[in-house]
């Protein structure tokens, strides 16, 4: 054989052998087209930070496939400029890529947020994310941490009373009962105390009481948790305090601010004879849609209150429920082309294709101001049929209107279309002077006192403020 035909069918063997070696030894991954699943969609740093400027949380990946998932970029949303770091599986940074998890294998992410404890500046909430992109899909876990010391809610279920030496924060939900878990609790919150509520945060009660108990000066203050100056007016921060089916409940000396619904109620519990809420000397203003919305058959009684500047109505009552207000004032001046107070006893469920009717056994108007910038601030749209109550009595309030009714429960003590000269509704002055429409015009009643702590004149003004 020829040396140069030896080499070569030498040399063609070895490579016949090296290929068939990896061919034998190297693994072709079918990789998995599915999503990754996560232990929490939030992770959230409960903790107060009074003495500790970090603390650290984990959470985990999960590949629930039987293949494997190429995870192509892990990305902490903030950058190098959040407040949190990340360490996904032992690696360190803001910007992870190309890490597999095998098939129903998973990874531990740690995440630590560092956080000056004394820092005044700081928001109450301190936000960010982590974006995973596998797939060509971005899927998030959101990342809070608390970062003034206060008490803190998130999911949790509330009773007893609530102290009032550091503000109270709600993160999601804060409880007051719950369906199928706990009811008939009772949640009292003192003079002073501050409530803050984050994006969508509810104060919710069901089948239970909350008394909210400020006093004159020691207002009980709720509005959104952003402090910043270019917050002060913002609609819409969160949602409000939600009643179902609750217990007789109060609200005294409170001031709701910037948030949806600022009192919502919902349906009433059957058990209950009295009113779902009494509310004295409370202010409700700028929310983006309803300062009091009563749907499906809650009750509510009102005396000295203000709500005013509210997105769609001051007060909106929904497919029944009653009303009973006296001495309050009830506005528009906000951006809403709807009038501020809208009454219906019913409501068309499109999605059952039906109209549920109810009745309204109380609805009074005592001594209340139902005014704004529009030509008609008060509108009713009931529908009469058998059993079902409409009874309704309006005496000595002003009611802007262009259509003046005659029905018989309109008193003739009724101002339609009185000029209030309200001292400047822009800034929420409500006080008015000797010339007003409400001067002296009230009819005397319980409410000896208005929401300054003024005493009424005989007769009294009408509305929530007393000219003395």
Known sequence: MHMRLFFSTIFGCLLVLFTLSTSSCGKHVILSKNNLSFSKDTVVFDTVFTTIGSTTQQFKIYNKDSKTIKIDEI???????????????????????????EGGDSLFVFVEVTLD??????????????????NEKNQFVKLAAWGQDAYFHYKDLNEGVWPNDKPHVIYGI??????????????????????YMHKNAILYVYKSTLNIQGTLGNEVIIQGDRLEQDYQNITGQFYGIYFQKARPSTIDYA??????SGVHLYDEDPTNSDYTLTMTNTIIKNQARYGVFIFAGAKVKAENCIVAKNGTHALFVLQGGDFNFNHCDLLGYGSSTNPAVGIS??????????????SIEEGKLYN???TGNLTT??????????????????????????????????DASVLWNGTPLFTNPTEFNFTFGQNSALQGNGINTSVVTD?????????PDIGAIELN
């Open 117 to 134: 404890p004394n820092g005044t500046n700081l928001p109450l909430i301190i936000e960010d994310s982590i974006r995973f992109k596998s």
């Open 377 to 410: 601030e008060f509108a009713m749209d009931t529908i009469h049929m058998s059993g079902v109550v409409l009874n309704f009595d309006f005496k000595n309030t002003l009611l802007q209107s262009e259509v003046t009714y005659t029905d018989s429960f309109y």
């Open 451 to 459: 929401i300054l702590g003024n005493p009424r004149n005989n007769p």
């Open 368 to 370: 209340c101001v139902v």
């Open 75 to 101: 990305e902490l949303m903030g950058g190098t400029n959040s407040k949190f770091s990340m360490n996904v599986d032992g690696l360190q940074g803001t910007q992870i890529k190309d890490l597999y998890i």
């Open 345 to 358: 006893n019913y409501y068309n469920d499109y999605a059952a294709g039906q109209t549920n009717v109810s």
């Open 174 to 195: 804060a409880a007051v009962g719950y369906p199928k878990i706990d009811s008939a609790k009772t949640l009292n919150i003192q003079a002073g105390t501050k409530i």
């Open 255 to 260: 001031i709701i601010k910037n948030g949806t």
